[in-house]
């Protein structure tokens, strides 16, 4: 114990204090309170180990150490030397890709980490290596993509994106979604669009925009919504783009850029002229109040109400009256309604253009076109309901009748169906043709077991018995009572092991027992 004069207690002002280094503590003296303990000693201590050598008391602990649950490393030196090969990893991705150098510090710090939680064991260092620089280029919003990263290791980009998903959610980072204007410069310099490049990124950005007002950026690649805004901006500022070069450069498939197109087709944006465009403000026009899949399964669920609500003759008919005539009937397909004089039925293309239009729109289409019909050079003549074209001597197309047959039609469809069925099913000698010869063909190949069922169920179709084997065990109650240990040995050895029995020395048994 050491006493200290420059400390004084604070419960009764002496400075009567003593230090105790062994234990870490400040004590008064005068009225016992502890003043300081677990004292963290700066000083470097050494021991005696058993051989008679001085050794270091506690262990060196490196910067980046992990707590008590991480990898015990041999030395340092291990350590270092695992930091050290995922740094040059990332530098070597970082120069195929022009990354800048402070990504690759942040992408180093989160390797650093992932080696402290023991991500890198089982794991190929250049994957994660990989993941850290793309999660550092996601925080800071860096234009590259996951594909990019697995171009420079020649892996599928699924492998990569495993490792991206479990490295976030083991160190808990939080990595925001993907922006896909921050992609559009890239791909608009990679197209060669000339002098019209800042137009057209100025245009795409903003119409980017939109269909993020949309709900069109939710749940969808970068890459398609970046590829639909450059084909439309590039045709606003009179750039002939085609759809599959930019699908080429954006790395995405041709058929989806012409899906977003479609989608980006039914907002209030679209319906802007070119010249408005860059001037209207995106965000005072109405928008679309939910997601393009949600209206599509609304729609899906309307229509099959209208379905369901309707009779199948008015269908049918309906169906029929929407099929081209022979005799040159203005009723045919939507590319049909359009006269040769160019006259406008005012019909919305949506209707129009449906790949499977309901009961009510053609019916719709069909009322149009009668209110249409004198425009058409067709006269419809009072009290009737046929389309007589102006100076033709064209048989009347009368709709009564056929309305009136049709249930013969559709009997007579239902009778066509019943006859196609009837031809599919086969007859018992037919059926038990096919199973001989199937038995045939795969005797070789079934197993034993299937072959004797099979020769079973054919020998009772030809009315033969066929003999099971009979397995009959005696009771305990078909054995006497035993007099002694050995007679008892004996019958359950009879029972139960009874090929044993038979080569057992009995006299030995009973000398045993007795």
């Given at each position: 114990m050491q006493k200290t004069v420059d400390t004084c207690c604070k419960y009764c002002g002496s400075d009567q204090i003593e230090s105790c280094k062994q234990q870490g503590e400040l004590v008064c003296r005068n009225c016992g309170a502890v003043l300081q303990e677990?004292?963290?000693?700066?000083?470097?201590?050494?021991?005696?180990?058993?051989?008679?050598?001085?050794?270091?008391?506690?262990?060196?602990?490196?910067?980046?150490?992990?707590?008590?649950g991480s990898l015990k490393y041999s030395s340092s030196q291990t350590l270092d030397q695992l930091v050290?090969?995922?740094?040059?990893?990332?530098?070597?991705?970082a120069c195929h890709l022009n990354i800048s150098n402070e990504l690759v510090t942040k992408a180093t710090r989160i390797y650093s980490l992932a080696v402290q939680r023991n991500f890198t064991m089982g794991r190929n260092n250049k994957h994660v290596a990989c993941c850290c620089l793309y999660t550092a280029c996601r925080r800071f919003k860096a234009p590259y993509l996951l594909i990019d990263f697995a171009d420079v290791l020649q892996v599928p980009v699924k492998i990569i994106g495993q490792v991206f998903m479990k490295l976030v959610r083991m160190l808990h980072?939080?990595?925001?979604?993907?922006?896909?204007?921050?992609?559009?410069?890239?791909?608009a310099n990679e197209l060669q669009l000339k002098d019209k490049v800042d137009q057209i990124i100025t245009t795409g950005v903003r119409l980017i925009q939109a269909m993020r007002r949309d709900?069109?950026?939710?749940?969808?690649r970068p890459t398609g919504l970046c590829g639909a805004a450059l084909v439309v901006a590039a045709r606003i500022h009179g750039v002939p783009l085609n759809a599959e070069a930019v699908a080429s450069?954006?790395?995405?498939?041709?058929?989806?850029?012409?899906?977003?197109?479609?989608e980006f087709r039914g907002t209030s944006t679209a319906r802007l002229l070119t010249s408005e465009v860059d001037t209207v403000d995106i965000d005072k026009l109405p928008a679309n109040p939910y997601p393009p899949c949600m209206v599509t399964k609304m729609l899906?669920?309307?229509?099959?109400?209208?379905?369901?609500?309707?009779?199948?003759?008015?269908?049918?008919?309906?169906?029929?009256s929407s099929e081209p005539s022979g005799d040159g009937s203005p009723l045919g397909s939507p590319k049909q309604l359009v006269a040769p004089?160019?006259?406008?039925?005012?019909?919305?293309?949506?209707?129009?253009?449906?790949?499977?239009?309901?009961?009510?729109?053609?019916?719709?289409?069909?009322?149009?076109?009668?209110?249409?019909?004198?425009q058409l050079g067709w006269v419809v003549p009072k009290g009737s309901t046929e389309l007589v074209p102006v100076q033709s001597d064209s048989k009347d197309t009368s709709i009564a009748p056929v309305q009136s047959n049709a249930d013969g039609i559709l009997s007579s469809d239902d009778e066509e169906d019943e006859r196609e069925f009837s031809r599919m099913i086969l007859t018992p000698e037919e059926k038990e043709a096919k199973t001989l010869?199937?038995?045939?063909?795969?005797?070789?190949?079934?197993?034993?077991?299937?072959?004797?069922?099979?020769?079973?169920?054919?020998?009772?179709?030809?009315?033969?018995?066929?003999?099971?084997?009979?397995?009959?065990?005696?009771?305990?109650?078909?054995?006497?009572?035993?007099?002694?240990?050995?007679?008892?040995?004996?019958m359950a050895l009879e029972r139960h092991a009874k090929n044993f029995s038979n080569r057992m020395n009995q006299e030995f048994l009973d000398s045993i027992l007795a």
């Amino acid at each position: 114990m050491q006493k200290t004069v420059d400390t004084c207690c604070k419960y009764c002002g002496s400075d009567q204090i003593e230090s105790c280094k062994q234990q870490g503590e400040l004590v008064c003296r005068n009225c016992g309170a502890v003043l300081q303990e677990n004292n963290v000693l700066e000083a470097v201590q050494y021991a005696e180990n058993p051989t008679g050598n001085s050794t270091l008391i506690g262990r060196f602990v490196p910067t980046g150490g992990g707590g008590m649950g991480s990898l015990k490393y041999s030395s340092s030196q291990t350590l270092d030397q695992l930091v050290k090969r995922g740094e040059q990893n990332i530098q070597r991705t970082a120069c195929h890709l022009n990354i800048s150098n402070e990504l690759v510090t942040k992408a180093t710090r989160i390797y650093s980490l992932a080696v402290q939680r023991n991500f890198t064991m089982g794991r190929n260092n250049k994957h994660v290596a990989c993941c850290c620089l793309y999660t550092a280029c996601r925080r800071f919003k860096a234009p590259y993509l996951l594909i990019d990263f697995a171009d420079v290791l020649q892996v599928p980009v699924k492998i990569i994106g495993q490792v991206f998903m479990k490295l976030v959610r083991m160190l808990h980072l939080e990595v925001p979604n993907v922006d896909p204007s921050i992609f559009f410069e890239r791909f608009a310099n990679e197209l060669q669009l000339k002098d019209k490049v800042d137009q057209i990124i100025t245009t795409g950005v903003r119409l980017i925009q939109a269909m993020r007002r949309d709900w069109l950026c939710t749940g969808r690649r970068p890459t398609g919504l970046c590829g639909a805004a450059l084909v439309v901006a590039a045709r606003i500022h009179g750039v002939p783009l085609n759809a599959e070069a930019v699908a080429s450069v954006v790395r995405i498939s041709h058929p989806t850029i012409m899906k977003r197109l479609s989608e980006f087709r039914g907002t209030s944006t679209a319906r802007l002229l070119t010249s408005e465009v860059d001037t209207v403000d995106i965000d005072k026009l109405p928008a679309n109040p939910y997601p393009p899949c949600m209206v599509t399964k609304m729609l899906a669920i309307e229509k099959g109400r209208r379905l369901g609500s309707e009779t199948g003759s008015t269908c049918s008919d309906n169906a029929r009256s929407s099929e081209p005539s022979g005799d040159g009937s203005p009723l045919g397909s939507p590319k049909q309604l359009v006269a040769p004089g160019q006259i406008d039925l005012k019909l919305p293309n949506e209707l129009l253009c449906s790949d499977a239009p309901t009961a009510s729109d053609i019916n719709r289409i069909a009322a149009t076109i009668m209110d249409a019909a004198p425009q058409l050079g067709w006269v419809v003549p009072k009290g009737s309901t046929e389309l007589v074209p102006v100076q033709s001597d064209s048989k009347d197309t009368s709709i009564a009748p056929v309305q009136s047959n049709a249930d013969g039609i559709l009997s007579s469809d239902d009778e066509e169906d019943e006859r196609e069925f009837s031809r599919m099913i086969l007859t018992p000698e037919e059926k038990e043709a096919k199973t001989l010869l199937w038995d045939e063909v795969t005797k070789d190949i079934m197993p034993e077991v299937w072959r004797r069922q099979a020769e079973r169920k054919r020998k009772e179709a030809l009315g033969k018995t066929v003999k099971k084997r009979k397995y009959c065990r005696k009771s305990y109650a078909d054995y006497p009572e035993a007099q002694n240990a050995a007679q008892s040995a004996r019958m359950a050895l009879e029972r139960h092991a009874k090929n044993f029995s038979n080569r057992m020395n009995q006299e030995f048994l009973d000398s045993i027992l007795a």
